[in-house]
């Protein structure tokens, strides 16, 4: 009898570990139904569609997304499609979107120009000490998973994304990063930054 006892309190605790860790992690299903609007431009998949300057979005950090969705919609990032589709969005839905597009596969990218992806992988692992450009690697990884969740996955992304971001954290257009991505792509040149989005555009 205590046996079972004790069995159903470790039972119901858990139970309500489980529903907390929903609670702070994201519902999956209800992310996906508000998703069904975001899937004609970032792909019923998360892996895009057909203009690449929209981002994929399959196996993105949850927290990284809900933070971009809220930096949308305060006007902390600017983007005029994005603030539109952002507007509408509670706290709750943007964290339970980002469950889910954490949750999908991500699909291997490529680079098309490998000589260019050559000098971008020096960047990327190295830096630039002339410069004084981080190597991207310390943050985002060495394959460009990111460190959850503070970095975010750059991998397999489209060069034209990646570089369109890159030039807009460097002009200073997008600057909710807190200091830290503007200051590196201040310093870059714009070959630099095109190399570096091939060579992420590959990495997996
Ligand atoms: C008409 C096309 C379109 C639709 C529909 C759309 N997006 Fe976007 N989304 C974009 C574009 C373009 C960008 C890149 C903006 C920029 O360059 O800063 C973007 C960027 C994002 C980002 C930032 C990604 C990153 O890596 O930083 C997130 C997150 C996002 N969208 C989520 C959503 C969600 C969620 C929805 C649906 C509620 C949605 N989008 C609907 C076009 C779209
Ligand atoms: C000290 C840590 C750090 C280093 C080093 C770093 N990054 Fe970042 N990066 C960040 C953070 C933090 C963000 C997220 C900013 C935000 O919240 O919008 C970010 C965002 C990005 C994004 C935007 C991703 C998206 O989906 O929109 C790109 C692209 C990027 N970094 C590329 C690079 C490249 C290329 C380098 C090397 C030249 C680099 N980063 C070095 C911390 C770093």
């Known amino acids: 009898m205590k046996n079972l006892f004790s069995v159903a309190t470790a039972m119901s605790l858990w139970l309500v570990m489980i529903a907390s860790a929903q609670a702070a992690g994201g519902n999956v299903a209800a992310g996906q139904a508000k998703a069904a609007v975001c899937a004609g431009c970032h792909g019923a ?3 895009g569609g057909a203009d690449p300057l929209w981002p994929k979005l399959a196996g993105q950090d949850a927290e990284y997304i809900a933070k971009q969705l809220g930096d949308f919609k305060s006007g902390a990032r600017k983007d005029p499609i994005m603030a539109g589709m952002a507007a509408a969005l509670s706290k709750t839905d943007m964290k339970n979107i980002g ?3 954490e949750s999908l596969k991500a699909k291997p990218g490529a680079a098309r120009d ?5 000098l971008g ?3 990327y692992r190295g830096g630039n000490a002339k410069m004084g450009v981080s190597a991207c690697m310390s943050c985002h990884g060495p394959t460009g998973h990111g460190i959850p969740p503070r970095f975010p996955k750059v991998s397999g992304q489209n060069a034209a994304y990646t570089n369109r971001q890159l ?8 600057t909710n990063d807190g200091d830290i991505m503007t200051r590196i792509a201040f310093r870059m040149s714009e070959q630099e930054i095109k190399a570096v989005s091939e060579y992420m555009a590959g990495l997996h």
């Open 45 to 47: 998949d998360g892996n």
């Open 99 to 101: 469950a889910y597009y």
């Open 114 to 118: 490998a000589q260019l992806a050559k």
């Open 121 to 123: 992988e020096k960047t």
């Open 167 to 174: 030039l807009a954290f460097k002009t200073g257009s997008r």
